[in-house]
């Protein structure tokens, strides 16, 4: 197993910034892709920004120049910058990771963060 603990968020003014962190911890040893998605009231969750463990970034293209994804190896740790937010930006943000071992790939998800953005 894995567990995801999030922090971050909140609520913050338009054209501000957001900062959200993701530490991974448990049994599994390797993992490989980790990131953000997002999901708005009615809406389906979506990817913001997930990178592998190689350091391939892929970002959704809402959020593409404004936003940055780090990843620390060394502690499973993601942090996603999030720069000139807007009131669409307002959602539910879900930490993930991908994480494999013998018997294939296992998805793990955090509980959730909730970010508001005032206009």
């Known amino acids: 197993q894995v567990q995801l603990v999030e922090s971050g968020g909140g609520l913050v003014q338009a054209g501000g910034s957001l900062s959200l962190s993701c530490t991974a911890s448990?049994?599994?040893?390797?993992?490989?892709?980790m990131g953000w998605f997002r999901q708005a009231p009615g809406e389906q969750r979506d990817l913001v920004a997930l990178?592998?463990?190689?350091?391939?970034?892929t970002y959704s293209d809402s959020v593409k120049g404004r936003s940055t994804l780090s990843r620390d190896n060394s502690d499973s740790t993601v942090i996603l910058q999030l720069n000139n937010v807007v009131p669409a930006d307002t959602a539910v943000y879900y930490c993930?990771?991908?994480?494999?071992?013998?018997?294939?790939?296992?998805?793990?998800w955090g509980p959730g963060i909730q970010v508001t953005v005032s206009s």
């Open positions: 993930k990771a991908i994480a494999s071992d013998w018997q294939g790939r296992h998805e793990f």
């Open positions: 448990g049994t599994f040893s390797n993992i490989d892709d």
């Open positions: 990178t592998t463990s190689s350091g391939r970034t």
